[in-house]
Structure formats: C-alpha cells, structure tokens
C-alpha cells in the first residue's frame, strides 16, 4: 500500500513548526513516531498534503524528575518510558501500561506525544494519563497552554488541541504512596484494547479507599475517567463485594463501541470484569 503524495518538511525548532502549521492547519499533519499515521496514510484514510516531522526538534525527548511531578518529552518513545528507572520508582502506572502497548517495533517507534494527539478510543495511554489525573502542554501561535487529562479527549480520534499546536510536554504526579495497575483485554492482532482499565488509589491507614481514580479505554468513541465507580468506592473498604456492585458503573452514560471485537453486551461484561481485576491488581501492588 502507498500513501497519497505529499510534501515534507523537517523543522529545526518549534517555532518554525508552528509557524508552518499555522498557515497550513486543514492541509497538514504532524509526524512523531509514525505508529498511527503512516498506516493511515498507506490505507488513504488520511492524505495530508505536507508532512511535519517533529523528529529533528531538540528537547522534545526527555522524562525530568521534577519534586512532585515527572516530565515526559512528547518525543519520548513508549520503549523509554517502560525502562526509566524514575518512572518504576515514582510512577510505575506509566512503565506498566507502557508494556502493554502493541510490540517492541511500535513501543521502539511510537511515541508519549502521538499516541495522546492521536486521541485513539482503543489506546493504551490516554487510560493512564486519565488516572494520573496529567497534565498535558501544547504549543501554538498564541503561545503555550496547560490542559487537563479530563479535558484533553473530546471524541474519536478528536483532541483538545487546536490545528495549530503542538502537544510537547506531558507532566504526570509522583505516586510513591499510590498504588496502580493497568489491565486489558487486547485485540490478538494488534494489541489494541478491547477494554482497558487503568487504576490509582491511595488508602487510608484502616485500609479504606481515601481516593481513587479509573481511567478507561476502549469502551466508547474516547477514553474516559469512570466517576460513578470512584464516587462508590471513595470513604469504603475495597472488598470483592463492594467491587463487584460499583463496577456496574462502569459503562454508565457511555455509549458502548459494538465492532467485529464484540457486541456491546460483550464489550459491557468484559468492562465490568476487568474493573475489579484491576483495582484488585492496585491492592496488591
């Protein structure tokens, strides 16, 4: 399969990314690791007349200690962050999930950055980045601007970020006293999530829930924080009871994706389960 033709451009600084971008938003789009546009481009579901490829901008690769936050390079490659030894140590959600996304040639390819502006209801990341409650900055003409992980994901495929911006930096909150797991049921072929289920809890010192946050994936047409279920959970002890009544929940409100990966019965079920797999996984971490 061969893409539609285009024009390339490899900017040297953001500037002059987003100088290009701006006058050319409906025509243009932006490369990072390649993982999600390229095959969209080889099957013509996109036909960007220009290509921007982010790859020679300086300092968009790092992952920061930075006292109560870690800050992630949109650049930085999913392979990076499932070997950071600051992120096992201070936020072990991220490298966890990490390891579920598709193989080691996308982990190796795919980046932070692409995968939360490609906005893919079945990916892995935006359910971590919805649970760690991140922060996630973007670059434009107008200047930089922070937006919330909750408000980040609008739709299929469609993120808070303006056509002319850059997502470059991704902050997400130290859990040494936090406990998290991420668990999915994935596509055979692709790794996709059918369903996945990214948790953080902290518990109070008689072993009841004092907060917790669920982000979702694969469910609707976006990635979502299941509020129903951590408004049932938060104040009480986590028992397989208790865990088994809120996760009914978890679809609440949601319109439920039906494909040849399940019925929305199905899709429903396997939300439900994976829920109390997954919070139960954060209790034992």
Not at 214 to 236: F, H, P, Q, S
Request: net charge negative.
């Amino acid at each position: 399969m061969i893409p539609a033709s285009f024009e390339y451009l490899a900017p040297k600084s953001l500037k002059e990314a987003v100088d290009f971008i701006s006058s050319h938003s409906e025509d243009v789009k932006l490369l990072a690791g390649g993982q999600s546009l390229v095959p969209l481009m080889k099957l013509r579901l996109a036909k960007p007349r220009y290509i921007v490829d982010l790859g020679g901008i300086p300092d968009l690769n790092y992952i920061r200690d930075e006292g109560d936050r870690i800050a992630i390079g949109s650049l930085t490659t999913h392979t990076q962050i499932e070997e950071s030894e600051l992120l096992k140590k201070r936020c072990p959600l991220l490298p966890q999930t990490a390891t579920t996304i598709g193989d080691v040639q996308v982990r190796n390819q795919g980046t932070i950055g692409g995968s939360l502006a490609h906005a893919d209801p079945a990916g892995d990341m935006p359910a971590a980045i919805l649970a760690l409650g991140a922060d996630i900055k973007a670059i434009g003409p107008n200047g930089e601007r922070w937006i919330k992980a909750q408000d980040f994901f609008l739709g299929l495929l469609t993120s808070a970020l303006e056509p002319d911006e850059i997502l470059t930096e991704v902050r997400v909150p130290v859990l040494e006293k936090t406990k998290s797991a991420y668990l999915k049921a994935a596509q055979r072929a692709s790794g996709f999530a059918v369903v996945g289920i990214a948790v953080c809890l902290t518990l109070h010192q008689d072993g009841t829930c004092e907060d917790i946050a669920i982000g979702v994936t694969g469910v609707g047409d976006k990635a979502y924080r299941a509020e129903g279920v951590e408004n049932m959970l938060r104040g009480k002890r986590l028992e397989e009871k208790l865990l088994e009544e809120a996760s009914v929940e978890i679809v609440n409100g949601q319109d439920v994706i039906e494909d040849i990966n399940g019925s929305k019965q199905y899709r429903s079920h396997l939300a439900r389960v994976y829920t109390v797999r997954a919070i139960q996984s954060a209790l034992k971490a």
